[in-house]
Structures are given as structure tokens and as C-alpha cells.
């Protein structure tokens, strides 16, 4: 497996085990899709996982960054404390002023790539202040890079969406958008095409699915899952629907499906 990223990250997705032993990197702790994107699903139940003491993101200076297995590390200096966290790769240089929002924090980490032990590291959604991720710590409105709104659309790409079968006793992403409020809440099913997959984003795997409806504009809904499935399928999703989910660090949807059931057909 790859390492965990946790994504993470709030501390209710995060478990509480024991402290006591020293890690190793997520990949050799844990079996998953080796894709970057895909590495930290498990990383909760990781030896050494412990609750976030995190009341707010924590901003500062770089002052050591490097990269390793997919993830880029870095220690930041923000006046205070000098703390250790980690995000999928992403560029950035000693100097830099950034972000870092509540994350998993392991301890008594030990990374096999880097052969460097840490005392304490952060596993992380993003480093917000650089690039891309700078725009969503400015906009509390704004989705982290890779994560498009659900109500501005996604593109699909070479992937065809039309014509497909509405679930039994289900929806269609188009109906779900108009009746979020009376649906909010409620146990729903969906089917649609896989148009993207992002694993192991705080503690979850997330899908961006379609089926060729439309709602003001609204086409896209997004699902999390503790399932797996790749760009292309054509699944079956089971789950609660929400509105106006907020999870912070920029991750804010109108519509979601959490924690469902997820089967590839």
C-alpha cells in the first residue's frame, strides 16, 4: 500500500489506538491500490493513530520540505511551535508561508523512503497557501484541487453518460439536486458512470459520478465510500444524503452521499 494521507483531517474521522510503538510508512503498514491518490485509506487503523488535539488550522513559515512516496513533507515554523505535516506532492520551497488545517497527527513516525524518524507528523488533505490550494484558503467556498463543485459541473470527458438505467426505486442525480431538501437526510439510491475517483482523502474514498441528468446546472454528485471503484464504472450507490456538508479545509458540497454502498456492475 502507499502511505496514508488523512487526509484527514477532522477528528471525527479519526480513531483513537495505541501510541506506544514506532511506525513505519503507511506502505508497509497496510494493503491498498498502490496509486498515490489511493494510499491512506487505511490509515486510521494504522498503529499509532491518535485524536487530533487540533482546535484550528496552524499557519508558518517552511523551513524544511521534501518529497517521498507521493507526499511532500514539511516542518513549519509559526512562531510558537515547529510541527511536521504531510499532503499528496505538491510544490513548494523553504520560505514559503502556508497553511496547515487539522490533521492526523502519528507519532513516533518512522518513514522507510525518507529513513528519518519523526517525533510527530500530520497527515493532511492539502498545505494550503501555495498554488491552487491558496485560492481555497482564501475562499472558504472554494473545493481543494481535484475536487470539482458540484454545482458548476464536471466535465466527463471521453466517458459516456447517457442513457443510463435509473435505479430501482432510486434517483437520478438530477432529481437528488431539485429535492435536496426533502431528500436531505434520507437513505437513496443512485446509479451512474464513475468520472472520478480520489481514495484515502480524510479517511475516505471519494467518487464523482454522473448519469447524464442535469439540474441547474448541477450534474455532478459526489459520494464517499469506504468501497472501490474506477473512472469508467458504471455503479450502484446506496447511502445517506446530505446538503450543505462542510467539512472544512475548503471541502464543501451542496449535495453529498456519505459513507455508502457502493457496487460496480
Known amino acids: 500500500m502507499n502511505k496514508a494521507f488523512a487526509p484527514l483531517v477532522l477528528s471525527a474521522f479519526l480513531l483513537t ?22 494510499q491512506s485509506s487505511s490509515l486510521e487503523s494504522a498503529p499509532g493513530a491518535v485524536p487530533s488535539t487540533q482546535a484550528g488550522s496552524r499557519s508558518g513559515t517552511v523551513t524544511e520540505t521534501m518529497d517521498a512516496g507521493g507526499y511532500t513533507y514539511v516542518q513549519v515554523d509559526t512562531g510558537s511551535e515547529t510541527i511536521w505535516a504531510a499532503a499528496p506532492q505538491f510544490a513548494v520551497a523553504v520560505g514559503d508561508e502556508v497553511t496547515i488545517p487539522p490533521g492526523m ?28 490550494e491558496a485560492q481555497a484558503a482564501g475562499d472558504p467556498s472554494a473545493m481543494p484541487t ?18 443510463i438505467e435509473k435505479a430501482e426505486n432510486g434517483f437520478t442525480v438530477a432529481e437528488l439536486f431539485s429535492d435536496k ?7 437513496i439510491s443512485v446509479r451512474g458512470k464513475v468520472v472520478k475517483f480520489s481514495g484515502g482523502i480524510m479517511g475516505k474514498n471519494w467518487i464523482h459520478l454522473q448519469d447524464g441528468t442535469d439540474h441547474e446546472g448541477s450534474n455532478d454528485l459526489t459520494v464517499t465510500t469506504a468501497d472501490m471503484a474506477n473512472k ?13 456538508k462542510d467539512f472544512g ?17
Open 249 to 265: 479545509a475548503g471541502y464543501r458540497y451542496d449535495v453529498i452521499v456519505e459513507d455508502a454502498q457502493v457496487t460496480v456492475e
Open 181 to 187: 431538501s426533502g431528500l436531505s437526510g434520507q437513505k
Open 232 to 244: 469508467g464504472d458504471t455503479v450502484l450507490v446506496s447511502g445517506t444524503l446530505v446538503t450543505d
Open 17 to 38: 489506538l495505541s501510541a506506544g510503538c514506532k511506525k513505519t510508512d503507511v506502505q508497509q503498514e497496510t494493503q491498498v491500490p498502490s496509486s498515490p491518490a489511493s
Open 105 to 132: 497527527p502519528m507519532t513516533n513516525y518512522y518513514s522507510k523512503t525518507l529513513e528519518r524518524d519523526f517525533d510527530v507528523v500530520y497527515f493532511v488533505p492539502a498545505i494550503l497557501g501555495t498554488g491552487a
Open 146 to 163: 481535484g475536487h470539482p463543485s458540484p454545482t458548476e459541473g464536471t466535465d466527463a470527458g471521453d466517458i459516456d453518460v447517457q442513457g
